[in-house]
């Protein structure tokens, strides 16, 4: 049975659904990546495949609980229902309510970037969905999705994504923008992931002798662990994407760490295991 929760030393990282489905297609998602390159990974994670091209994939986030300190990574496709992602409705509230937790109890909610499906449920009605929260966000991608160009690409793939769900945490005032590596818990440090989009960060997640990433969008597909060059379309600079893939997959293999991504399936949570001279997503 797989298992939606791990232990880091004292910290908790649990999985959380937002939505999941045949939302996409390879030739659609990953335009680049001719078809035999999956045809090997069909047996190895059947999960993921939908048909002849359809590609299954789970929009999630992760509750961290640290002591005391309660903290949300990203927020999925929001209330919607969101066209992009087969007009379904994101679940988040209740999947937060099936593990006991009030949007009043999350004190931090971490955006590892800006997509749309990653900053759903930041606002309901134009107020921040978690009340008591401080919403941490890149510096770097704030600055890059307000640009004309990259909002208005945003806003045709989900109609006002920035302007209804990113822009006002500012106006508000719960938005800290973090630059570089910053420590965001006793624990969790924020580090740079760029390629998927500028300011992608990520979560080192250190406890008690033990560690883990969350890894927001550095991987879709499991297939990405052992071809990094696999692009999916939405990777604004492929070539950063890639590096970042390599550093990352080395560094987890050779630490045997759990990593939480939040499109990966079924839950999100693996590893990165090395196996007959090669490596492989392996699922906790
Ligand atoms: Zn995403």
Redo the contacts with the bound molecule.
Sequence with gaps: MAEQRIRVGEIEIVSLTDTAGPFFTYSGAYPATPRETWEPFRAQHPECFAGEDGVFTR?GCFLVRAGDRTMLV?TGIGPGPVALFGHSRGQLMDELARWGTAPEDIQLVFLT?L?P??VGWNLTEGKPSFPNARYIASQTDWEVFHSPEVKAAMEALVPSCIERDVTPLAELGVLDLIDGETDILPGVRAFPTPG?TTGHMSLHVVSGGQQALIL??VF?HPAQVQVNEICIA?DMDPQAAIQTRRRIVEWAAAEGMPLAG??LLPHGLGRIARRDGTVAWEVL
Excluded: E, L, Q, R
């Design positions: 929009v990203d970037h997509h499906d990653h998927h927001g969008d879709h939405f939040c499109h």
